[in-house]
Nanobody, 117 residues
Framework: VQLVESGGGLVQPGGSLRLSCAAS????????MRWYRQAPGKERELVAH????????NYADSVKGRFTISRDNAKNTVYLQMNSLKPEDTAVYYC???????????WGQGTQVTVSS
């Protein structure tokens, strides 16, 4: 099983980034997917969730209206479009897969997002 994130980097406040997470080794379309993030000195927090078919999405209050999670089951990939980025969005972002309700079954290695002028 592999989850490989990409798309992180350094961006100015107000800018945008799109993260991607390519999955392999399991039936992607049967798994709900999430994005988490962890800032230095803070606990890992759930940012966004998308259901298996992509119909249901949920977001942390801190990112509602700015971030959009989506998935392409034909490409085994989940995305996180991040707009109007703020310095407090700086963190390592991880994608995760859930085969059933409960904690994630699989995790990616993370990608760094830094929002700074």
């Amino acid at each position: 099983v592999q989850l490989v994130e990409s798309g992180g980097g350094l961006v100015q406040p107000g800018g945008s980034l799109r993260l991607s997470c390519a999955a392999s080794g399991f039936t992607f379309s049967s798994a709900a997917m999430r994005w988490y993030r962890q800032a230095p000195g803070k606990e890992r927090e759930l940012v966004a969730h998308i259901s298996r078919g992509g119909i249901i999405t949920n977001y942390a209050d801190s990112v509602k209206g700015r971030f959009t999670i989506s998935r392409d089951n034909a490409k085994n990939t989940v995305y996180l479009q991040m707009n109007s980025l703020k310095p407090e969005d700086t963190a390592v972002y991880y994608c995760a897969a859930l085969k059933q309700l409960g904690p994630p079954d699989y995790w990616g290695q993370g990608t760094q997002v830094t929002v700074s002028s």
